[in-house]
């Protein structure tokens, strides 16, 4: 075999890659964001939870990315640890979906689909049908790279001493471990099991030793996950942990039954698959993760309970004071970036809303401990502020589903409303210091009217960043009247402010701080509406026709 017949043979494989990816982000960017909420709502029943993830896995082709969203969701706290298991075995079996279209060897019509997803993709202007090709192109390079390899690996039959060395690899711990390592270096079992199934169907590798290599990859595509949850919570942590012995002790049962009955367990997937041994590593594929689903399904909850015992103790309370970020994970994929994000930023708007609240208590009743806690939170949200915008800026250059790509300019916004409410909640503090400093008195009617705006504007915030961490339209009537009442009523105390000011019943020292605070609380009622209606531009039009019920 000469050096061409290497380069070739190595290109082919860059292709079969890069196909593969090509193939699976662009599944992911047309279809993620709507599985992603099915994934995340019907995660309740352990077995419904296993189909979606088996149906998420089979669409996306791969496994890596249904793992790395289930730690995500974990550690976000959007999925239970108990809920994990579902999902995971579901992409067990989901990823086999790849070595069966593999075997099916579509290398005669790829280059079909390279054209027509290149067509797609560079002569329409509709980002779905854009998409749609990056799938097709992806998918036709894959065969056409497999294609490559296959002709290539012709001319390693013709070099006795590189048959000699793979027909020479009997040692099934040997195999088990090139699998693992083949595996966790190309972050994909799809592909190693491909390339599996390519060298036993030109005859390089023995039927029998394919098994092993194939127990090997489905422990070496554990490590994505492993290396996501590093960063994560310690329930991430072991959902991550959760897939990797699951795929241990399933590949150990297997490895047992091998050892026992090797030849008939040969001889029958053979048969079953019509002599065609690619199609037979294939099949072995799939039904070795169907089997350790099978045996293991009813003792997941044990293995959760054995994560608790590799990964002890609990999560400390972290205290609003510490400047951490509690869900943003910057290892955690593309697919959960903006997911992650959303919930960092309603995390920051309930500290803003309650420095809201503790402010206007402190101007209200003059306390200088609530002035300081005001001001240490502050820092807090501040800090939160520049690390979720430039999060936000790094994920907006990532391949993400494209219903995530949309929403990234709303949070832009969102994020720079939930930092102004705080600065309004400091300034609200600088009054209060200002009053207790200089002992300025207030009616108990004024005092009165700002804790009732205060309590509309606190609701008005309650719905907005329900409407917004839901993405729901379930309060849109009760913010668009709470937007009129906090106008409406802060027309009406500004006037009635100008008549104390007019009667001499008001100090101008008084009447300054009055009228900056209603005016304030105005202005993050404003803010609370943006919040709310962010990121549901699709909804303009119902939006309108509320807004001219109302009137």
Not at 234 to 257: P, T, Y
């Amino acid at each position: 075999m000469n050096v061409t017949n290497i380069i070739s043979l190595f290109g082919g494989l860059g292709m079969f890659l890069f196909g593969m990816k090509l193939m699976s982000d662009g599944l992911e960017q047309v279809a993620g964001a709507r599985m992603r909420s099915i994934l995340e709502f019907f995660t309740q029943n352990r077995f419904i939870g296993m189909i979606v993830g088996l149906i998420f896995t089979g669409i996306i082709q791969s496994s890596n990315a249904t793992t790395v969203m289930v730690v995500s969701f974990v550690n976000s706290g959007l999925m239970q640890l108990s809920q994990a298991a579902g999902p995971i075995l579901g992409a067990n079996i989901g990823t086999t979906v790849t070595g069966q279209l593999i075997a099916f060897n579509l290398a005669e019509i790829a280059p079909l689909f390279v054209i027509i997803g290149a067509v797609m993709y560079m002569f329409f202007e509709n980002q779905n049908v854009k998409k749609i090709g990056i799938v097709l192109l992806g998918f036709g390079i894959l065969f056409m790279g497999l294609s490559t390899m296959g002709e290539r690996m012709t001319g390693l039959q013709d070099s006795p001493q590189i048959v000699e060395l793979l027909q020479s690899m009997k040692n099934p711990m040997v195999a088990i471990l090139l699998g693992f390592v083949v595996t966790a270096v190309l972050q994909s079992a799809s592909a190693s099991v491909g390339i599996i199934i390519l060298m036993a169907a030109q005859g390089l590798l023995a039927f029998e030793i394919c098994f092993f290599l194939i127990l090997g990859c489905n422990m070496g595509c554990c490590i994505s996950a492993l290396l996501v949850s590093l960063n994560g919570n310690k329930d991430a942590k072991r959902a991550a942990w959760i897939h990797l012995l699951f795929n241990i002790i399933g590949s150990l049962i297997v490895f047992v039954m091998l050892l026992v009955a090797l030849g008939p367990i040969c001889d029958l997937f053979m048969r079953i698959s019509g002599n065609d041994v690619g199609r037979a590593v294939a099949n072995a594929n799939t039904l070795i993760k169907v089997l350790e689903v099978v045996l293991l399904f009813p003792f997941m909850g044990w293995i959760e309970r054995l994560t608790h015992i590799i990964i002890p103790g609990e999560d400390a309370a972290q205290e609003e004071t510490t400047h951490k970020l509690q869900y943003i994970n910057k290892s955690i994929s593309a697919a959960t970036a903006v997911i992650d994000a959303i919930h960092e930023m309603q995390h920051m708007g309930e500290l803003a809303k309650e420095n809201l609240r503790i402010s206007m208590e402190a101007l209200c009743s003059p306390d200088q401990e609530k002035i300081e806690e005001v001001y240490e939170r502050e820092q807090y949200i501040d800090y939160l502020n520049q690390e979720i915008t430039a999060y936000l800026v790094q994920i907006n250059s990532l391949d993400i589903p494209m219903a995530d790509g949309k929403m990234v300019g709303g949070l832009f916004h969102v994020v720079n409303d939930i930092e102004r409410i705080g600065d309004h909640a400091e300034n609200f503090a600088d009054s209060a210091k200002r009053r207790f400093e200089k002992e300025i008195p207030f009616s108990e009617k004024a005092v009165r009217q700002m804790q009732e705006m205060t309590d509309m504007v606190l609701r008005q915030l309650d719905y907005a960043f329900n409407m917004f961490s839901n993405q729901s339209l379930e309060h849109m009537r009760e913010i668009l009247r709470l937007e009129d009442a906090v106008d409406e009523k802060e027309k009406r105390l500004r006037k009635a402010h100008v008549k104390r000011l007019t009667k001499g019943k008001c100090t101008p020292e008084a009447g300054v701080l009055y009228s900056d605070v209603i005016s304030g609380l105005e202005r993050v009622g404003d803010h609370a509406t943006n919040i709310a209606f962010a990121l549901r531009p699709e909804n303009q039009d119902e939006l309108e026709e509320l807004e001219e019920e109302e009137d």
